[in-house]
Structures are given as structure tokens and as C-alpha cells.
């Protein structure tokens, strides 16, 4: 794994990204959960946030996006649940002991937005009745895809205010309503997944 890292993402993107992996964390009962994003330039994913072990070094790290089981994800833009890592030949052994938590079950989703994917949500160590059936991975699914979509109005409302021509108006106060309408929606989303079906 590179041990570069890169410096953090604008506070709502990084609130964002950290509500997500919490979120996700929590429905599916894991011990772990993380989000990379994927730099295409560089073609690596990209460690942006962790929850449970690892959270207070890995945000940052890198690794080559063709590698594990999150580099397939990413690849293929399809979801995928591993019961038994230790039998997987797509799980990258090697990789996450360089994180220092490898994990026995994943269950990992891509961050889908306008056909483009953005990144990987991964939850580690699931509980066995979170992964037992598709149902559950399509929720990861749609949990991530509502993610990407959040993550990505936050992008726009940045550019929006960023590239803004009109001086006289603060930048700070350009990108409000987006930026209150993906807060919203992640906010939404959270709620709608607690609740018992």
C-alpha cells in the first residue's frame, strides 16, 4: 500500500463521507466499515473515511485500484458480499494486513452517481444476518448510490460557488442551499434506513 496520504476533503464532504460509513456501519451490525474514492488520475482508491478499526491512520492512505476486493467493486461498478474471505480469490490478504484489521465477511457497494463511479463503501465483518440474501446487498446498493448522489450535489455546490464570477457576493455563503440539500438528503436517507420495515 502507499503510505502517501492526501490531505483532507472540504468539511462537508469529509462530514458526509463520515456519516455514510457510521450509518453503514450500524445497519449492517459491522465491526469495520470504510469509504475510498477512487482518484482516476492515479488509479487508486483512496482511504476518505473509516469507521471502527483503523479510523485514526488509514484516512488518507492509497492503494492501487485494481487490487481486493474493493478494486473489483470499483472495476465493475457491482456490489459484492463475501461470507469467507479466507476462501475468496478476489480478497487481497496481503493488503489488509497492511491496514492492521483483516476482516473474515465483507460486504462492499459501489458510489454510482450519473454512471460514473466514484468510489467503494466496504462494511467488515457484517453480522451474519446482515449478509445472508441479495435483499441486504441491494440495501447496501441503494445506500451507497444515495451516498454517491449526496456526495456529488456537494461536489457541484463547490464548483458553483468556486468558479462564481459575481465578487460581490461572499463565497461562503454561494453554495448554502446545496450544500443544506445534501446534508438533507444523506439526513433522509439515514432515517428511512433505520426505520424497521
Known sequence: MNTRTDP???????????SVVDVARAIFGAAAGSVFLLDEDADELVFQAVSGQ???????????AGRGIAGWVAASGEPMVVDDL?????FDRELA????????????APLISDGR??????????SPQARSGLQELDLLAMFARQAA???????LADGAYASRADAA???AALGTGRRADALRLLGDLERLLREPS
Open 54 to 64: 483503523g479510523e485514526e491512520f488509514l484516512v488518507g492512505r492509497r492503494f492501487p
Open 86 to 90: 479466507a476462501t475468496s480469490a478476489s
Open 149 to 155: 448522489a449526496a456526495l456529488r450535489m456537494a461536489a
Open 97 to 108: 494486513e497492511s491496514t492492521a484489521y483483516v476482516p473474515n465477511a465483507l460486504m462492499a
Open 117 to 126: 463511479v466514484l468510489g467503494v463503501l466496504e462494511v467488515l465483518d457484517p
Open 169 to 171: 457576493r461572499p463565497a
Open 8 to 18: 483532507p476533503l472540504d468539511a462537508l464532504r469529509r462530514d458526509l463521507l463520515q
